[in-house]
């Protein structure tokens, strides 16, 4: 029999589930109550994994249990496979009944009040049972969750060095960062304004480490101009809009934040140039993954919306 044969007919999926639980659980007691079963049977599901293999799967320290590169090879293979079960399960509940369905995306909190919602308000009008998981975070941490196959796909600002062999990237527009005010700042009555004039206003900015922080920073020193420190310094996008409400703050978001796609009608764009000031929206997703009926209906959504905004970036 070939050696591939004899593995498959004596590997089970159960034992495969049992190692998994124990590295996440980082011991077999928790993994046994966790799975509801036995310590011994944990111990002997685990025993059999690796006689059948051939190789140890997992180490024992003073810090609990870890797996040998053995056992990170077969966990890495392990969670595609039962993500693929899942998606299985998924795919046929959709297909018997279109109007349910669970979709998991990542993106960015400006990404998610913007494209990502026109669609889900545009998915939700035919199939109001459909639910939507949106995981939000940075680049890196959404590409962490799309390799974890903890979402089916990322919508996100790419760069080149985040992105990954394992990853497939369609880039849908590209769209120019703008400075931005609250509809009551008297820098919008401005029919022109000079970056230099903004040096010392008061500005709400995420972190210099971030994608915006940097762009910002950059497009000042671009100009020989000395980057604006900020006032206040947050993550959130619901902070920033609310200091921007006030007329007093200044920051900067991709332009379809403040087109009717993006939702935030009571921001305004700045008569300000940024030097170098683009970026690419795509979506980003696991080559060697299937995804969903669901995934590709938001998708074709997301295709059919981005449409005005990747034709005006090609002008």
Known sequence: ??????????????????????????????AAEHLGTSQPAISRAIADLEHALGVPLLDRNPRGIEPTQYGEAVIKRGLAVFDELRQSVKDIEFLSDPAVGELRIGCSEVMAAGPALAVIERVIRRRPRVQFQIIMGSQPVLYRNLTARNVEFAVVRITEDLIDKQMAV???????????AGSQSPWTRRRRINLAEL??????????????GALLEEAFRSCGLT??????????????????????????????SVLPVGKLPSL??????LPNAWGAIAVVTLRNRTLSPLAQLFIENLRSITKPLMKRGAE
């Open 268 to 273: 305004k764009t700045l008569s300000v140039d």
């Open 199 to 212: 040096a010392n206003e008061c500005w709400t900015m995420p972190a210099s480490d971030t994608f915006s």
């Open 170 to 180: 369609e880039k849908l527009f590209e769209e120019p960062i703008v400075v931005v």
């Open 1 to 30: 029999m070939d050696p591939i044969d004899r593995i498959e007919r004596r590997i089970k999926l159960r034992d495969v589930r049992v190692l998994l639980s124990v590295v996440q659980a980082g011991s077999m007691h928790k």
């Open 227 to 256: 980057p604006p420190r900020p006032t206040v310094i947050t993550n959130s996008n619901h902070m920033r809009h609310r200091l921007l409400a006030t007329g007093k703050f200044l920051t900067i978001y991709p332009r379809f």
